[in-house]
Nanobody, 123 residues
């Protein structure tokens, strides 16, 4: 059983920062790709950022470029999302995902998902 557990969400004022964490538990699994997605009420799920676990290549959605940074710690089996200069439109549930897949941006391809952590940015 593979389990992804997100943490680090919360309430922050516009312009503030948060760091989300996603720790992988369970049996060893191959995960070429990991990613962060978000979904606001009545909106479609949106790709935020992704990383290829072995090589470390990173990719960002347009809303994250220049403000968010994705990283991973192999030893801790943990992926992070540093979010700076947060805006009210960043308010959403943030989910991490992992899989032995060759794409980081396509949410439908990920087999493993966390339960989500809420980020709320007040104006």
């Amino acid at each position: 059983q593979v389990q992804l557990v997100e943490s680090g969400g919360g309430l922050v004022q516009a312009g503030g920062s948060l760091r989300l964490s996603c720790e992988a538990f369970g049996r060893a699994f191959s995960r070429r790709a990991m990613g962060w997605f978000r979904q606001a009420p009545e909106q479609e799920r949106e790709f935020v950022a992704g990383v290829y676990w072995s090589g470390g290549s990173t990719y960002y959605g347009d809303s994250a470029k220049g403000r968010f940074t994705i990283s991973r710690d192999n030893a801790k089996n943990t992926m992070y999302l540093q979010m700076n200069s947060l805006k009210p439109e960043d308010t959403a549930a943030y989910y991490c995902a992992a899989g032995d897949i060759d794409t980081v941006v396509r949410g439908a391809r990920y087999p493993y998902w966390g339960q989500g952590t809420q980020v709320t940015v007040s104006s």
